[in-house]
């Protein structure tokens, strides 16, 4: 007995002194994990590296969100392919978001204004909120120059043609953005997708809307080889 416990005595001690390291080592994730949080909320209006154009999938939406909330984006008949989802400032790494600004919040009417090509005035109206308060833009700004981005993709016409679910690699909608985009490089569009659906198509921008490289936390295309195109509605 006496022995195991002269045995276990140093451990006992390493073990300790593991355990006050591992706690020290969590605090400082903990405290990098806030600093992180806090450089993404709140931060200085205009200080950003480039844009990221955001573009969803209408009926990968609605059938996500929009159909539970009995959304009018979702309704039959409405034909919407892409619709601008966002444009975000965007650091070389990580975001801002909630920024500080002057400026005042867009009227009903201005948000109403990018339902064409938003699909609603209420998403035009958060991304202002959320994103478009750091770009050092004024509110009518922002959604014109929203609206030029949106402008300067062109859309592939075939997707309006989509009529029944379609299963297919997700790359085969980066090819396609590829070849109705001349100009545009493989590492300045990646798409995403969420439960299976392919979700949105996102195109990097610089602060003058041209095309540029995504960050590396941009930079995430989903892998899917049998993912899932939702029909327009």
Known sequence: FHVFREFTRPYRAETQEGEAKMRLLLLAIAALCWANAARAEGERAGDFDYYVLSLSWSSAWCALEGDSRNDPQCDAGRGLTFVLHGLWPQYADGWPSFCRTKER?????????????????????????????????????????????????????????????????????????????????????????????????????????????????????????????????
């Open 105 to 233: 919040d867009p009227t009903r009417s201005e948000s109403a204004a990018m339902a064409d090509i938003m699909g609603g005035s209420g998403l035009a109206f958060y991304q202002w909120k959320k994103h478009g308060r750091c770009s050092g833009l004024t509110a009518q700004d922002y959604y014109h120059t929203a609206r030029e981005a949106y402008r300067r993709v062109t859309v592939p016409d075939l997707f309006a043609d989509v009529s029944r679910p379609l299963t297919l690699p997700a790359s085969v909608i980066e090819d396609a953005f590829l070849e109705a985009n001349p100009g545009l490089a493989r590492d300045q569009i990646t798409i995403t997708c969420a439960d299976g659906l392919i979700q949105e198509a996102r195109i990097c921008l610089t602060p003058e809307l041209g095309f540029r490289r995504c960050g590396d936390d941009v930079i995430r295309d989903c892998r899917l080889k049998d993912a899932v195109l939702e029909p327009v509605r």
